[in-house]
């Protein structure tokens, strides 16, 4: 069967990128013919298969047009993108109405004005009526039950036709001493309280919201990731910059806390569990699905400072009992487990 996999853009670093190549891999195995159909960013050293065609990815809308055509030989098609049509449709970045909704409530109205003069946000929107449109999907792929009610609220998507197939991640084994060496490399004393906030587009992962949590406080907060920040900033908050490997910095820390806007399921709080960390973030985080409270993290709603507050001196002292908790949690969610599911959503795909 020739399965033609659809990704707009490319990071070496991107999360979806790492899923989409290992899912390849697992239909290689298995005897099938992996086709990536993506933008001229892809590198063909990147792709497991031996086929890469590039369409045209400079507005959304352009390439969904690309893809349509691109994909005619294949038997099934798999996108990671809103386009007119496909078989499979993995909605790992969410449901774009519900974001923009829920960033309504944290601006101010004229931004939300000036958003509908957007042409990007206006032809994301077209294109994700259309990708969830019965008529023209075969299976949808949510990585959580939010992603999932959210389309069939919005959207009226069978809901019997949505896999919820979380994200999947395989942890390092642990270095001893890197808590040490990571802590004396950033100068922070050994006994000292530490939280992590990791992501980028800081408005959405909700860092304004950390940075007064604990602002005062007798925590230090290390931020890795790339985005805007308008303010003071905080003697206790250290800014670390873009991180590509962030296992020296969960070691560094007792807590991971992401009190995000939206997030469909966070690979960076499962990465935290992984290492061992307890998650504190929100309901509008998919991850937040797999924590149990006060064994695995504390769930807050978004913008609510005070709640994060809460939970950072709830952990104080209590981290590190949960750590194995933690880790193993976080091993039931793996990626042979993930890509496993997801060969499953395209077989059934493929038998309609």
Do not use: Q
């Amino acid at each position: 069967m020739k399965i033609g996999f659809v990704r707009r853009g490319y990071s070496a670093t991107g999360g979806a990128e790492a899923y989409l190549r290992r899912l390849a891999a697992g239909v290689a195995e298995a005897g099938h013919e992996p086709v990536l159909i993506g933008s001229g960013e892809w590198p063909e050293a990147a792709w497991p298969g031996e086929f890469v065609v590039r369409v045209d990815g400079s507005s959304p809308a352009r390439f969904a047009a690309g893809v349509e055509r691109a994909a005619e030989g294949c038997e099934v098609t798999f996108s990671l993108e809103r386009i007119g049509r496909c078989d499979v449709f993995r909605a790992g970045d969410g449901v774009h109405a519900a974001w923009l909704d829920r960033r309504a409530a944290f601006e101010p109205a004229w931004r939300r004005w000036a958003r509908g003069f957007n042409r990007k946000h206006r032809e994301l929107l077209a294109l994700e009526a259309a990708v969830f449109s019965p008529e023209r999907t075969g299976r949808v792929i949510a990585n959580s039950r939010m992603v999932r009610d959210e389309i069939v609220a919005r959207y009226g998507y069978p809901a019997e036709r949505i896999d919820v197939i979380p994200n999947g991640y395989d942890a390092p084994e642990p270095t001893p001493g890197a808590l040490e060496a990571r802590r004396a490399e950033l100068g922070i004393a050994p006994g000292a309280y530490v939280a992590l906030f990791a992501g980028s587009g800081w408005e959405r992962k909700g860092l304004r919201t950390a940075v007064e949590a604990v602002r005062g406080r007798d925590v230090t907060l290390l931020v890795a990731g790339r985005g805007t920040w308008r303010g003071a900033r905080p003697a206790n908050v250290r800014w670390l910059g873009p991180r590509a490997d962030l296992t020296g910095d969960f070691a560094a820390a007792d807590v991971f806390v992401l009190p995000t806007i939206y997030d469909p399921f966070s690979n960076a709080c499962l990465e935290a569990l992984a290492a061992g960390l307890p998650v504190v973030t929100t309901s509008a985080n998919g991850c937040a699905e797999i924590l149990s409270p006060g064994v695995h993290g504390s769930v807050g709603e978004p913008g609510d400072a005070r709640a994060v507050a809460e939970a950072l001196e709830f952990w104080r002292g209590r981290a590190a009992a949960a750590r194995e908790g933690c880790r193993a949690r976080a091993a039931e969610f793996s990626v042979a487990e993930n890509v496993r599911r997801s060969l499953e959503a395209i077989s059934r795909a493929g038998a309609r």
